[in-house]
């Protein structure tokens, strides 16, 4: 019988940023389908935020995966998409470049971004 810990796997994530006094790594458990900004809420990390639906971008932050596997969120919502461009964090050439070839793009919404098994830095 497998240990039910083996199910759950630990994603490391590190937010910096001049609102902290220092960078502040969290442990989140990947796969639990919570996103970014509530993982930092529950860590009281004081990302900026209005609607927390996808709609206003305001908590916009760029992510880097950290170690060398490759990234694996990589897909951005459909809220993303439009939001990102709106708000001038990604042109309609860089969503070109980024849907056809797969790869993360460094901008990223705290309220639509899934904790996925991966280690991260995210700045804002």
């Given at each position: 019988?497998?240990d039910?810990?083996?199910?759950f796997?630990?994603?490391?994530?590190?937010?910096?940023?001049?609102?902290?006094?220092?960078?502040?790594?969290v442990?989140?458990?990947?796969?639990?389908?919570k996103?970014?900004?509530?993982?930092?809420?529950?860590?009281?990390?004081?990302?900026?935020y209005?609607?927390q639906?996808?709609?206003?971008?305001?908590?916009a932050?760029?992510v880097?995966?950290?170690?060398?596997?490759?990234?694996?969120?990589?897909?951005?919502?459909?809220?993303?998409?439009?939001?990102?461009?709106?708000?001038?964090?990604?042109?309609?050439?860089?969503?070109?470049k980024?849907s056809?070839?797969?790869?993360?793009?460094?901008?990223?919404?705290?309220c639509q971004y899934?904790?996925l098994?991966?280690?991260?830095?995210?700045e804002?």
């Amino acid at each position: 019988m497998a240990d039910s810990q083996e199910d759950f796997h630990m994603a490391n994530i590190t937010f910096s940023s001049p609102a902290l006094k220092k960078d502040v790594t969290v442990y989140a458990v990947a796969g639990d389908r919570k996103t970014l900004l509530s993982v930092a809420q529950e860590h009281k990390i004081p990302i900026h935020y209005e609607c927390q639906d996808g709609e206003c971008g305001s908590c916009a932050v760029q992510v880097t995966p950290l170690g060398s596997n490759a990234p694996k969120a990589v897909h951005l919502t459909e809220k993303e998409k439009t939001v990102l461009v709106l708000n001038g964090k990604l042109s309609k050439n860089d969503l070109e470049k980024i849907s056809l070839s797969d790869v993360a793009p460094k901008w990223r919404m705290a309220c639509q971004y899934m904790v996925l098994d991966e280690d991260i830095l995210v700045e804002f």
